[in-house]
């Protein structure tokens, strides 16, 4: 388990997030650290899928500071950028309802993460000279890896449409993996997984914080799940966060507890 | 065995046919004479037809269904014909050599009208092409498409006309002036998709149409423009006969050299790019695609396309009018995309040479020209909604692998 010695690599402050007259986010600090998994929970609708797409730029934060510090590199603020410059910068993230690429094939699906690490344009793709040519074979070659890896590398060629639910749910881990994140953002990944399903997830984003030194911060229902991974714990409540700590401490929170009334919190 | 219920719903679809049909098909008003005429026999035409139609059509419908269910139970999905033999090289390597050695020798096995024809279809292929970049594979859909087509028309007719530049300076410049517009239209509809985009493009080709038609000075109005010099061959001008045999051949390397770039394109990461833009927009801007620059490759290569394809145009009728480029003409490209198969480019290589070939040797049916579009239309979106040939993907082979290396 990471110290608490690890650098701060996403470091969010005061961000707010208005919908009109909905307050969708109200002055919420949250920050992960280098090679740690952390989790984001909440009632539905308390506003965790609005904090993910605040950070990822889809959307613009009403106010608030959202501040990353890549591993050897400067920090800086990203708020307000575009969705694809946040990505190149190392903020990767999959969707709460799948949002697959279903007529592609799902070596396609990962090779598209792909195309922020990579620059041939028409130019190149019409003349299709050696450095396209080699270019394209990487592309090929690291996607294939990635699909090995996540162990989807038995339907490469396959529709990602005809991948049965808990496959994609994979697919879009993967082609997250592709475009080369240094955080993990992951929108309840293990959604409308089986327990057999589950149980691998909890083992894939183990590996991928261990072999690939990504941090993760994930999105997720599955009590099970959330305590057994993570590092540490966010909780969220009608967009205000309400507690944060180890497992342990955010199993007996009362404010917790209350949020949660009528959920099963202690599975 | 034909069961009493099938027969007695055929029976059913007859009757409401002959009475839906009955005040075109079966009075008719004599103003010669002044009287009506009951033209009977009509209406049994009609009902027995239809009744039979009937039981092809609910038949096709099962075997849909029956295919549907086979997919997903996730048994084998047979690929269609077309793309069977696509991927099969033994039969694809001799059926394109046959193609090749057909359109080549073309001209002459058979006449002017028809090479004529030929060429009309062939710019048509063109124009398909350039619209599946923009349709089939970035998935924006672009009513004034027409437009662009204008603009490579009129820069030749008008470019030649006042500065006395030759076809073959005219043809990339229209291209270009093609892909300048491209952008130019690009910019402002970034922001839009699906009706939207539909209906401010289809106001662009509009608005490309009402200047040609009213600024005279400019574009010479309504009447157009005339004498626009054929292709000429290394400096020689030559007869009506051979330049369109000439220009047939210009077509025929044009269009080689259309599916090339666009096969290339196609595979390629600008190519996948558009493709995942057309499936998602959301999720392609976040794994890192720039949204605003796909987009306008995506309108700044389509057009290019149509630019070249009207400065063929203008060189094969010599004369261009407004009247050439009205919305019709969008959308009979966009029919030709959509019925040959989005992204596919056999499909609407197909296409296009059915949708504009089958009108010119139908001629005898021209009335019935628009209704046999639309039951075209309908009968391809029930059966084969993906197009005559569906988009097909890139097959990778992966050595150690053991799903990955099947053929599908
Ligand atoms: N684009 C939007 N426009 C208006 N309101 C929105 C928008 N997106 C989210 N909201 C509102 O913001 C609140 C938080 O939604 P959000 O999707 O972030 O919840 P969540 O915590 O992800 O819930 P769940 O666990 O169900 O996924 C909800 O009340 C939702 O209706
Ligand atoms: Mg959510």
Redesign the pocket.
């Known amino acids: 388990m990471p110290s608490l010695e690890h650098p701060v690599i996403l470091d969010v402050r005061g961000l707010g997030m208005n919908?009109g007259g909905?307050r969708?986010l109200d002055n919420v600090d949250i920050d992960v650290r280098e090679k740690e998994i952390v989790a984001l929970i909440?009632p539905?609708?308390?506003?965790?899928?609005?904090?993910f797409n605040c950070i990822t730029g889809l959307y613009e934060p009403t106010d608030g500071e959202v501040i990353i510090s890549p591993p050897g590199r400067k920090s800086e603020k990203i708020n307000g950028l575009k969705p694809n410059i946040v990505t190149a910068k190392g903020l990767s993230r999959t969707f709460?309802n799948i949002r697959l690429f279903q007529n592609m094939t799902v070596l396609e699906n990962v090779m598209i993460g792909r195309h922020c690490r990579t620059s041939s344009g028409i130019v190149g793709a019409i003349l299709k000279g050696p450095a396209t040519r080699s270019e394209e074979k990487a592309i090929v070659r690291d996607s294939y890896a990635i699909l090995e890896k996540i162990g989807l590398d038995e339907s490469v060629n396959e529709f990602a449409k005809n991948l049965p639910y808990g496959e994609q749910r994979r697919l879009e881990i993967a082609r997250a993996l592709a475009t080369e994140p240094f955080l993990l953002l992951l929108d309840?990944p293990a959604a409308g997984m089986n327990p057999q399903e589950t149980l691998e997830l909890d083992d894939l984003i183990r590996r991928i914080r261990d072999e690939e030194s990504i941090s993760i911060l994930l999105?997720e229902?599955d009590m099970k799940l959330v305590m057994s991974l993570s590092d540490r714990i966010f909780v969220v409540d009608y967009g205000r966060k309400i507690a944060q700590g180890a497992p342990g401490e955010i199993k007996n929170n009362p404010a917790v507890i209350k949020a949660y009334l009528g959920e099963d919190v202690d599975a | 065995m034909i069961k009493f219920s099938e027969i007695k719903k055929s029976l059913w679809v007859s009757l409401w046919f002959m009475f839906l049909t009955f005040p075109v098909m079966v009075i008719r008003v004599n103003t010669i004479e002044n009287v009506i005429e009951w033209r009977w026999e009509n209406m049994i035409f009609i009902g027995v037809g239809s009744f039979l139609f009937s039981f092809v059509w609910r038949y096709l419908l099962k075997q849909k269904e029956y295919g549907l269910k086979r997919a997903e139970e996730g048994g084998d999905i047979r690929p269609s014909l077309a793309q069977r033999i696509l991927r099969d090289r033994k039969i694809f390597a001799p059926a394109l050599t046959v193609v090749g050695i057909f359109a080549l020798l073309f001209p002459y096995v058979f006449s002017l009208y028809q090479t004529n024809i030929m060429i009309s279809a062939l710019i048509f292929v063109m124009l398909g092409l350039g619209l599946n970049i923009v349709v089939g594979l970035a998935g924006l859909l672009d009513l004034g498409y027409v437009a662009f087509y204008a603009v490579g028309a009129y820069a030749y007719a008008l470019l030649n006309y006042h500065f006395g530049l030759s076809f073959w300076i005219l043809l990339p410049v229209g291209g270009a002036l093609g892909m300048l517009f491209g952008i130019l239209l690009g910019f402002p509809v970034l922001r839009l998709r699906g009706d939207y985009l539909a209906i401010v493009t289809l106001g662009f080709g509009e608005i490309i149409r009402l200047i040609l038609e009213n600024w005279n000075e400019f574009s010479f109005g309504p009447s157009g423009i005339s004498n626009i010099p054929r292709p000429s061959f290394f400096g020689m001008s030559l007869s009506v006969h051979d330049s369109t045999i000439f220009i047939y051949y210009i077509m025929i390397a044009l269009c080689i050299f259309t599916i090339f770039v666009v096969n290339r394109l196609q595979d390629s990461r600008i190519g996948r790019a558009w493709i995942a833009l057309r499936e998602d927009e959301v999720a392609c801007q976040a794994m890192g695609i720039d949204k605003a620059k796909t987009k306008l490759t995506a309108f700044a290569l389509g057009a290019t396309w149509a630019g070249m394809g009207g400065v063929m145009f203008a060189a094969k009728t010599t004369f261009v009018n407004p009247a050439s480029f009205t919305i019709w003409e969008s959308i009979i490209i966009l029919c030709i995309v959509v019925l040959g198969g989005m992204g596919s480019v056999v499909g609407v290589i197909i296409g296009a040479l059915i949708l504009i070939l089958l009108p010119e040797y139908l001629r005898a049916f021209s009335e019935y020209r628009m209704l046999m579009f639309g039951i075209l239309l309908v009968v391809m979106m029930v059966f084969r909604p993906g197009g005559i040939v569906s988009d097909v993907r890139r097959i990778y082979k992966f050595e150690g692998s053991g799903g990955a290396g099947k053929d599908a």
Do not use: V, Y
């Open positions: 919908f909905l969708a909440g539905n609708g308390a506003g965790k899928t609005t904090f709460q309840e999105i229902h």
